[in-house]
């Protein structure tokens, strides 16, 4: 069984400072993917990576994936308010499904 | 932009009654899934769906459920016998092919009384 853990679980910090998630596992992935979801909405898609070390960045968000392709972590700099929310790493291994971490609620204190 | 729609946005049903829950993918999305996520836990695969067949399930699709592309549109879950435990939000998604990302629709909270 894949697992992938996340930490913190939950982050509380002010606007404007820097922080990390990170996204961990034992398996080995063949993407991993991070999403942002909203109370009463479904998971958004922020990015895919896909090549172990890879580095992807939008905007403020810097997304790593590990050069062994088993963990992962997200960057934040500078924190908005509209950061706010709840974080989810998924790995996909070869086959259809994703494997969805524990979460990180972020929130983001003006 | 297309979005992947879901009805009811909530269901309340009574134990042992069956559902369905209705989704319809973006036209032209070949793969279909379903999610749940249990309040509190995090998002669980259910299983996935090409070709008019079921390509991949987890352990928690059970003979209870099962999945149906009845037309060119919609994909729906029924639930046939529901157990307290099957209260969950439960989340569509579909993609084009299987290099594309998955879009998820807004799911149904399922609620077992």
């Known amino acids: 069984t894949q697992l992938l853990e996340q930490s913190p679980q939950f982050l509380s910090i002010q606007e404007g400072e820097n922080l990390t998630v990170y996204c961990n596992s034992s398996?080995?992935?063949?993407?991993l993917q991070w999403y942002r979801q909203e109370p009463g909405e479904g998971p958004v898609l922020l990015v895919t990576v896909v090549t172990g070390g890879e580095v992807k960045k939008l905007k403020r968000l810097t997304f790593q994936f590990g050069d062994a392709r088993k963990d992962s972590s997200l960057h934040i700099t500078a924190a908005q308010p509209g950061d706010t929310g709840l974080y989810l790493c998924?790995?996909?291994?070869?086959?259809?499904?994703?494997?969805f971490g524990t979460g990180t609620r972020l929130t983001i204190i003006p | 932009e297309p979005e992947v729609t879901q009805t009811p946005s909530h269901q309340v049903t009574q134990m042992g009654q069956e559902v369905i829950l209705r989704c319809v993918p973006i036209?032209?999305?070949?793969?279909f899934y379903w999610y749940r996520q249990i309040l509190g836990q995090k998002v669980e695969f259910l299983v996935s769906f090409y070709n008019n067949e079921i390509s991949e399930k987890s352990e928690i699709f059970d003979d209870q459920f099962s999945v149906e592309r009845p037309d060119g549109s919609n994909f729906t879950l029924k639930i046939r016998s529901t157990k307290l435990e099957d209260s969950a939000m439960y989340f569509c998604?579909?993609?084009?092919?299987?290099?594309?990302?998955?879009?998820f629709g807004n799911g149904t909270r399922l609620t077992v009384t």
């Open positions: 998924a790995g996909a291994g070869g086959n259809e499904k994703l494997t």
């Open positions: 398996s080995v992935f063949s993407s």
């Open positions: 998604a579909s993609r084009r092919d299987n290099y594309s990302p998955l879009h």
């Open positions: 036209s032209n999305h070949l793969y």
